[in-house]
């Protein structure tokens, strides 16, 4: 039998810094949903409260500003209507039969930095993951959910394991092009405190990390990475 991978992206929102409306980022469902896809995997794209789901507008390919022009496998998926029909109402987590599910792998965008820390059905649904001894993933600004998750023990799940997610020099970076701060909080400096061995590669190149069941990957560029990473926790060659 084929595995099931559940990918969970931002309903949207908006952001408290900027005043502006914020969802997910397009290549980080995308680019991984394409590995799995391409790899016989079957995908179910959920979020936490059901519903429509939207791509922040830099994440779009399509978009006048042109930041993610040159993401050609996004374009390529927008364009798929049987795709896109899929985000216009996602399952909410609290409908699924967790269970039936061999993987997750948590999307970051903008609108997780603002959401997901005070969702305790999906942080109690990713720790339940790992501690089922499933291959348990997130990615992106999508890893906030790791400054939360706790394990049955009572200790945080990042204490000890060596992780990544989007790092200072890229919120430096995204905070100097806007002109102003842009996130609320640094998931590289919380995850320090909470005593993970955070690492990080250059800027913005693709990069993941296996620790266990636990999978993290850095940013935008790193779905592909990531998602390999899950085939490989699940035994299957990327």
């Not at 397009?26 to 995997?41: K, N, Q, R, T």
């Not at 339940?128 to 394990?151: D, I, M, R, S, W």
């Not at 394991?161 to 640094?186: C, L, W």
Request: hydrophobic content about 35%; aromatic content about 8%; charged content about 20%.
């Amino acid at each position: 039998m084929s595995k099931r991978i559940l990918m969970i992206v931002a309903n949207p929102s908006i952001s408290t810094t900027l005043g502006t409306p914020v969802g997910f980022w397009a290549s980080e469902l995308i680019h991984p949903y394409d590995v799995f896809s391409s790899s016989g995997c079957q995908v179910t794209i959920a979020s936490p409260q059901g519903g429509k789901v939207e791509f922040d507008s830099l994440s779009d390919p399509r978009d006048a500003f042109g930041y993610s022009k040159d993401d050609s496998l996004s374009l390529e998926y927008i364009n798929k209507p049987e795709f896109m029909e899929l985000l216009e109402n996602t399952p909410a987590i609290a409908d699924l039969d967790l269970n039936t599910f061999d993987a997750i792998v948590v999307c970051g965008g903008q609108s997780p930095m603002f959401t997901f820390r005070q969702d305790h059905d999906l942080i109690e649904m990713f720790a339940n993951f790992y501690q089922a001894g499933k291959p348990t993933a997130a990615l992106c600004h999508g890893t906030c959910v790791l400054l939360e998750t706790k394990l049955a023990t009572g200790g945080y799940l990042i204490q000890g394991k060596t992780i990544t997610g989007f790092a200072n020099s890229e919120e430096d970076y995204a905070d100097h092009v806007v002109g102003q701060k842009v996130m609320p909080f640094r998931i590289e400096d919380e995850a320090k405190q909470l005593g993970a061995n955070f690492v990080t590669k250059e800027p913005f190149s693709p990069h993941a990390v296996r620790d266990g069941n636990l999978i993290t990957g850095q940013q935008q560029n790193s779905g592909s990475e990531t998602a390999k990473l899950v085939l490989e926790a699940l035994g299957m060659n990327p």
